[in-house]
């Protein structure tokens, strides 16, 4: 998909507050399996990949981590900002306009992923990657994983979201991500560890029936570099 159409689905969503994949809470995957990628005691650089204006990077900023946010849509950075109370500077850099707090612990970067060179914005020693992979179309994801690949520093631990159903009742987004998926487009590059495995249905997550779905497997790795 051409990157000048994926920003233009993403603005079009933002613009109509179209924006229910916006959790209005920090993510309970990201509390449970925090330890697993950092600690309080040592700050990392922390990367939140299409990152909205996700709660989940103030959680991480208010444990002194720095967090480096990619997203498409200035609109949703500018929210996040105004949101929490952040004061932030806009400057024009190589790898897109970066708004950044003061201190320089809060960055986030407006630009296509897809199309960003990983060394203009690493290496980070954490990823926390709730909705980024799933968002990205089957077409995009060599794309995606090089621009990953690239950025992350030797002992890097990302955190990921990953969701399975039926893809004969719904195609997404969230895309379905299996653990075969993965390692077709990682396996060569990093390790896998399955974390937890949740199943999900229309009782306790009432999005699915407007997906057609019955039940969702919900289900969080840590990936690191070989």
Request: proline share 5%.
């Amino acid at each position: 998909m051409a990157g000048a159409h994926r920003m233009d689905t993403w603005r079009e969503k933002w613009q109509a507050d179209n924006i229910r994949f916006h959790m209005p809470v920090v993510n309970p995957n990201l509390e449970q399996w925090y330890h697993r990628a950092a600690s309080d005691d040592k700050p990392v650089a922390f990367l939140v990949p299409l990152c909205g204006k996700t709660l989940d990077m103030m959680w991480l900023y208010t444990k002194g981590h720095t967090v480096i946010g990619i997203e498409g849509v200035e609109k949703a950075i500018t929210d996040f900002f105004t949101e929490n109370n952040l004061e932030f500077t806009k400057t024009t850099t190589e790898a897109g306009n970066l708004f950044q707090t003061a201190d320089g612990r809060m960055r986030l970067y407006q630009a296509d992923l897809c199309e960003l060179n990983p060394q203009l914005i690493g290496p980070v020693q954490a990823i926390w990657d709730r909705g980024s992979y799933v968002a990205i179309t089957r077409d995009d994801r060599p794309a995606y994983c090089r621009f990953m690949r690239g950025v992350m520093a030797p002992g890097c631990r990302w955190l990921l979201w990953a969701v399975e159903y039926d893809t004969s009742r719904y195609a997404g987004p969230p895309c379905a991500l299996t653990e075969t998926d993965i390692k077709q487009d990682l396996d060569e590059y990093v390790k896998l560890e399955c974390l937890g495995r949740r199943q999900r249905t229309v009782g306790d997550w009432e999005r699915l029936k407007a997906w057609n779905l019955e039940v969702l497997d919900e289900v969080m790795y840590l990936i690191t570099p070989k």
